[in-house]
């Protein structure tokens, strides 16, 4: 089991805080705090927002992407590569 | 006003609305969704939140730095700065 | 085949468009071009730069991690996945 | 001075770096090397056009753009943003 994959528990706890995180968001939108804290905040749920892409994506490839492959279907790869694509730009 | 700047409701409006996008993140990993599907549903949280940050951005130097450099101070271009590079690599 | 992926023939030529692109970033520079102007086209290096590790990634997966795990070894995917973590966070 | 700012031969310098690391990656591909070590140099290079750019944009901020609020102009922020919002998209 590589570092990056996590359990489904684990995702959903991450994902939890991500939405504490937003509500933290909305708070400080509402109590006008300064403009460069809530900068800093979102900076830090996009990455933890790339932290949950990031296991999923090697769990997909480590997983999907390789069963496909093992039965001669590679078509998964550029389903991922555009995943990665979109990540990428976002 | 620039096209950027939103009120505090509409910001409160989107932060609300990703937090619903997060809370739907919760559902797809509970719901063992396919990882792609995921994937791409982050993209966009990823997507909806830098639109947040760019309008807080823009409002912040159109008002706090513009002020402050009119009053001969231009410490708050360090600072914005400093916010650009950080939602750059997240 | 898919769509992503390229020749060395197809990487060596947008890489010298891009090494092309870079020389006129510094013609920019010398002639104090417009700061804006400049950024634009920063951007855009930094996409074509994107587009080719999008395409060696793809590749990388459908050739190199493919055919480690059809030899039972998975380990490749971990190093994929750093990579494209070190790509997101640049 | 804030500690993003360079001077005009600053800027050619780093640029004339990247360049050869564009170089670099010609060679290396034409050369065969390894996937992984070839998406290490592009992140690299990318790293080092985001820092040229976030130079560039902080002189911008304190220059054009105060200079122009200070005779009642503000137009120019409008035109920072967008070019911030190119940068987090490439």
Chains 1, 2, 3, 4 share one sequence.
Do not use: N, P, W
């Not at 933290?24 to 109590?31: D, F, I, K, P």
């Not at 492959?69 to 590569?81: I, P, R, W, Y």
């Amino acid at each position: 089991m590589a570092g990056y994959s996590l359990s489904r528990d684990d995702y959903l706890k991450r994902l939890r805080l991500i939405e504490g995180q937003v509500r933290g968001l909305q708070r400080m939108v509402s109590e006008d705090k300064y403009c460069i804290d809530i900068l800093t905040q979102v900076s830090s749920v996009k990455q933890a927002l790339q932290g949950v892409a990031v296991g999923l994506l090697d769990e997909h490839v480590r997983h999907c992407v390789m069963d496909a492959a093992a039965k001669g279907d590679d078509s998964k790869v550029g389903e991922a590569t555009a995943a990665i694509e979109r990540l990428l730009r976002s």
